[in-house]
């Protein structure tokens, strides 16, 4: 990474269509994955290997993991849900699989149907499995932390919860963890505090990615807040795709354009071109014309005179 300061992991293709009622054609959703290669993004999570009767718009995961693999230099993640899905992942061969792990027991149980311990469990068995493979064929594995900032079922989540679970995933074998605002509701105070305690507790390595949403509009200031601490991977969504499902016709993850054209300016390094960005909206909206695309640099356009890597400063 040592080109680029902040990795983008692209989440549209996953969290983005997971959460809109449409299902993308599966070509659609190749053509995507192209475009924002070619525009530079390097790391994309592009399907989850859910039951396709609960999930038809995750039906051709296998077929989009094997098409993003011929992309050269892409990473290629895939949510998986519990072991029969990290299964099916590794043998479609991603990069890398995460599993989310919802620090709410209440979400948890709705969501995944299942208790915190049957979660660290399967994470253990997926753990085992990964350990019999050949170490070139190994994808990563990450443990994310859902629901850290609070639950719309539990209200408040305690840090001390957060923290108790972050270490189960560190000790049931996870490379590395997650920290995912499910719900918007994170702001950058609690976000800097529960990133330092996190780091104090399991190790600084273990820890560099984020996972926002812009439910609240306060999605780019917490990637400021994380930055600051030190964080380099930052999720995000084309267009904000997807919403929030617990909040009708409120935005969802942070948007990718918008975030590409904050560190773009702030000069950090994406290794994203913008130009090209933008115009891959065109294959998502022309896909899916009923869905809702957020993002206020795709409307408003860039600066006058914008020139990439440092905007106005120095
Ligand atoms: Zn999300």
């Known amino acids: 990474m ?9 989440v549209g293709p996953r969290d983005g269509l997971q959460s809109v009622k449409a299902i993308m054609p ?48 892409l990473d290629v993640v895939a949510l998986v849900p519990n072991f029969k899905g990290a299964e099916n992942a590794i043998r479609a061969g991603a990069d890398k699989i995460g599993l989310p792990l919802s620090c709410s027991e209440t979400h948890s149980q709705a969501n995944l149907k299942k208790t915190h311990d049957q979660v660290i469990e ?12 050949p170490a070139d064929q190994r994808p990563g594995f990450e443990g994310s932390l859902s629901t850290a900032f609070g639950c719309t079922l539990e209200g408040e989540v305690p840090e001390s919860q957060v923290i108790d679970l972050a270490v189960r995933l560190v000790e049931a074998g996870v490379d590395e963890l997650s920290l995912s605002d499910t719900t918007g509701y994170a702001n950058p105070t609690q976000l800097r505090h529960l990133i330092r305690l996190l780091r104090a507790e399991v190790g600084a390595d273990k820890l560099d990615g984020v996972h926002l949403h812009n439910t609240r509009g306060l999605g780019l200031a917490n990637v400021v807040a994380a ?15 997807g919403g929030c499902p617990f909040a009708p016709g409120a935005s969802g993850n942070i948007v990718t354009e918008d975030l590409v054209f904050m560190l773009d300016a702030m000069g950090l390094r994406t290794g994203i071109d913008l130009d090209k960005l933008l115009k891959v909206r065109e294959i998502v909206i022309a896909a ?7 993002g206020f640099t795709p ?16």
């Open 2 to 10: 040592s080109d680029i300061d902040i990795l983008i992991s692209e």
């Open 26 to 73: 599966t070509e659609a959703k190749k053509a995507w994955i192209n475009a924002e290669a070619a525009a530079g993004v390097r790391e994309i999570e592009v399907a989850s290997f859910v039951p396709p009767k609960l999930l038809p718009q995750m039906a051709d995961a296998a077929e989009i993991v094997a098409h993003a693999k011929t992309i050269p230099g």
């Open 122 to 133: 399967d994470v253990r068995k997926i753990s085992e499995l990964l350990a019999t493979l």
């Open 227 to 241: 930055l600051e601490e030190g964080i380099t991977t930052v999720d995000s969504s084309l267009g904000g795709l």
């Open 288 to 294: 899916l014309p009923d869905e809702d695309m957020y």
């Open 299 to 314: 409307d408003a356009g860039l600066p006058k005179g914008y020139t990439a890597g440092g905007w106005g400063i120095g």
